[in-house]
Every structure is written in structure tokens, then in C-alpha cells.
């Protein structure tokens, strides 16, 4: 059974937002704004202007990197008298790649009613339209601002067997591709999406090498918000079976000619193999 404190406790809500296109707002969106006591956002102006779209007035609280928290406490207080939040980004779903993180995190920890509102993620609306691989993604946020930092973090990357997802600002996409170009090649498969859901909408689908001349041949191109996806990585399994199979031939070899206890040993220098595995092998091979 709660006690009166639990049961007076108000709950954080998790409002997802457009992404550009205004008609994109979810009905539960629109009733848990409007039902709400105060409104925590990342830009109380950008947030504003959607709920006088929306026909809703409400008290705001700003929200963001530079104060999160330092606002923990406060919005925690506010739970406890039994006030219900509303958390929001500028766009689409908070905490993936906006502000958030630490306030959920500390709120979970004191055991407070937190519910997600779905709507709007610029990283599910690119993915759905890309043509890549979409049973394992990996998203990596946005790359660091300089460029040694962009070429570990995409170098740590180079082998992912996922397709990876960026997010990129106008001022730094072609930088961004420029690093992406010289870690992976140029004959990388990329799709990017920029200015989703809003009137310039456009998805670019081709190379990397092919990217990067799209972008530098024309500067209306490197205006918006961009999302960069990556094909995964190109399996190795042919390279593995081949690789197997010159290691058995190497073997079947040497038996025809051996005791298998001396090929095996013999095929170990020659492939770097475990001699043991190579003997178990063999053993195979023989019946």
C-alpha cells in the first residue's frame, strides 16, 4: 500500500515533439501537454511557439545542458507536492542527443512515476526510409568537433558489423564527411537524410566519395539538420571459408604423405593454427 507521501507524488512526462512537420504532434502529446502543471524545455521560446500553435498555455521552465543539474532538486520538489512535469526537447524525443539524461537518471533513482509520450526521433524517421540494414544499428550521437576526435571515434567504428547513425549540423556536415571519406574510403555505402519531415526534405543514396562532391558542387545542400547513416560493415565470412578451406588442403596434404601427429604439427608453423585443433581436423578429415 503507498502512504500519503507516494500518493500525492505527480509524475514525469516524457513528451516526444515534431521534428519539423507541426501535424507530425501525437494526441496523447497534445493531452499530456495540456493536462501538465509546468513544462520543463530545452528552449522555452522554440517550446512556446508550439504550444501556441497547439492552443496551450502553460508555466515553462528552461531546461538544458548548461543548468540540468542544478534543476534535479527543484523538479523533484515539484513531484513531491504533486505536480506533474512535462520534459521536451526542441525536437523530437528527449534525451537522444538533447538534454535529459541526468534529470531521468537521478529522478529514477528516487523511485518517481516517469512515463514516455512516443512520438517524433529523427534517428527511427531516416532509418525507415534509407534502404539499409535495419535489424542491428548502432546510434552514435553527434562526432566530436575536431578532427583527431572525429577520426578516433570513427576509427573505432570501422569494422562495425551494424549500420551506424550520425547526427550532423550545417556547419560542420562537411568536415564531418570529409573524415568519414578519409577513414572508410570512398566507395563506402552512405545514405543521408536532411531536413526531415519539413518542406526540403531530401535523402542522399550512394558513396561516401559521391557524398562529399554532392555536398562541396552546391552550398544549399550543406543547409538544415543532417542524419548520416553508414552500411555496416562488409562480412567476412567468404574471406573465413576460404581461409578454411587452404588450411585444409594444407592438411589433407600432409597426411597423404605423414603421420598425422607430424602434419599436424608441420600445418601448426605453417598457419599459425593451434596444433591441437589442426589434429582434432585431421582426425576428421582421415574418417
Known amino acids: 500500500m503507498l502512504n500519503d507521501t507516494e500518493e500525492k507524488q505527480g509524475t514525469l512526462y516524457i513528451v516526444a515533439t515534431p521534428i519539423g512537420n507541426l501535424a507530425d504532434i501525437t494526441q496523447r502529446a497534445i493531452k499530456t501537454l495540456s493536462s501538465v502543471d509546468r513544462i520543463c524545455a530545452e528552449d522555452t521560446r522554440n517550446t512556446r511557439k508550439l504550444l501556441t500553435h497547439l492552443g496551450i498555455?502553460?508555466?515553462?521552465?528552461?531546461?538544458?545542458d548548461h543548468n540540468?543539474?542544478?534543476k534535479i532538486d527543484s523538479v523533484a520538489h515539484w513531484l513531491r507536492e504533486g505536480e506533474n512535469i512535462a520534459l521536451v526537447s526542441d525536437a523530437g524525443t528527449p534525451l537522444i542527443s538533447d538534454p535529459g539524461y541526468?534529470?531521468?537518471k537521478a529522478l529514477r533513482e528516487m523511485d518517481f512515476q516517469i512515463t514516455p509520450i512516443p512520438g517524433a526521433s529523427a534517428i527511427i524517421t531516416a532509418l525507415s526510409a534509407a534502404g539499409l540494414a535495419t535489424n542491428k544499428f548502432s546510434f552514435e550521437g553527434f562526432l566530436p568537433a575536431k578532427e583527431t576526435g572525429r577520426k578516433q571515434a570513427l576509427l573505432a567504428n570501422i569494422e562495425s558489423p551494424y549500420t551506424q547513425i550520425y547526427y550532423e549540423s550545417s556547419h560542420?556536415?562537411?568536415h564531418s564527411v570529409a573524415t568519414m571519406l578519409d577513414v572508410f574510403g570512398a566507395d563506402k555505402k552512405v545514405?543521408?537524410?536532411?531536413?526531415l519531415t519539413k518542406l526540403y526534405e531530401q535523402f542522399f543514396h550512394g558513396t561516401l566519395g559521391d557524398?562529399?562532391?554532392w555536398l562541396?558542387?552546391?552550398k544549399m545542400h550543406q543547409k538544415g539538420e543532417f542524419v548520416i547513416m553508414l552500411a555496416a560493415a562488409e562480412s567476412k565470412k567468404e574471406d573465413n571459408d576460404t581461409m578454411h578451406s587452404s588450411v585444409e588442403q594444407v592438411l589433407a596434404t600432409l597426411i597423404d604423405?605423414?603421420?598425422l601427429k607430424q602434419a599436424a604439427k608441420i600445418a601448426a608453423k605453417l598457419t599459425g593454427i593451434s596444433k591441437n585443433k589442426l589434429y582434432k581436423q585431421g582426425l576428421a578429415l582421415q574418417k
Open 257 to 259: 604423405e605423414l603421420p
Open 191 to 195: 545514405v543521408l537524410a536532411r531536413e
Open 57 to 64: 498555455k502553460k508555466t515553462l521552465i528552461a531546461l538544458h
Open 102 to 104: 541526468h534529470l531521468v
Open 172 to 174: 560542420r556536415i562537411v
Open 216 to 218: 562541396v558542387d552546391d
Open 68 to 70: 540540468e543539474v542544478q
Open 211 to 213: 557524398l562529399h562532391q
